[in-house]
């Protein structure tokens, strides 16, 4: 039999969190299962971290968030890949029944594979990404090559793998 909990915020934690998730607006993310244990989606305007080893499925959670956005909702996302080329993508999200390419035609989705040269890296101060989505930098290759007009609702950006030194 399983132990009961004495503190009363364990006994009835249902209720002060569906309360507080009440009260924070929140994005869908159409994956089942997902939206209820969250209830509602992921917060709303805020990023959320996804972390796990390799081959855990962070990348196709992500590009499921955004594929089911732009079908469910309607809301147009962009997806930042720093590891992945984009061929690979759009291969493995196929396995879910999704066409990366077709999303992209219908300016729905849009996914760029970023490469930047260790020897290209700068820091400078702070950085947001309306700067990547800014239509007036269109001249850049990449992700700036359809992002005039578009309205990106989601954004997901996989992060560039750990630099591995020699031993």
């Given at each position: 039999?399983?132990a009961k909990s004495l503190d009363p915020a364990v ?37 959320t971290l996804v972390a796990g080893g390799p081959g ?16 469910n909702y309607r809301e147009p996302g962009v997806f ?88």
């Open positions: 039999m399983p006994r009835r934690r249902d209720k002060p969190v569906a309360r507080e998730a009440a009260t924070l607006p929140k994005c869908p993310t159409g994956i089942a299962g997902l939206d209820e244990i969250t209830f509602g989606g992921l917060p709303r305007d805020r990023p855990c499925g962070k990348t196709l959670l992500a590009l499921e968030f955004l594929v089911r956005g732009a079908l930042f890949s720093f590891e992945e080329p984009e061929r690979d993508l759009v291969a493995n999200v196929r396995s879910l029944g999704f066409d990366l390419a077709d999303l992209e035609r219908r300016k729905l989705l849009l996914v760029d594979h970023l490469q930047i040269e260790r020897s290209e890296i700068q820091v400078t101060g702070e950085y947001d990404l309306r700067g990547p989505l800014h239509p007036a930098r269109s001249g850049d290759q990449g992700h700036r090559r359809q992002a005039r007009g578009a309205r990106q609702r989601r954004v997901v950006v996989q992060r560039a793998a750990r630099p591995r030194h020699p031993a």
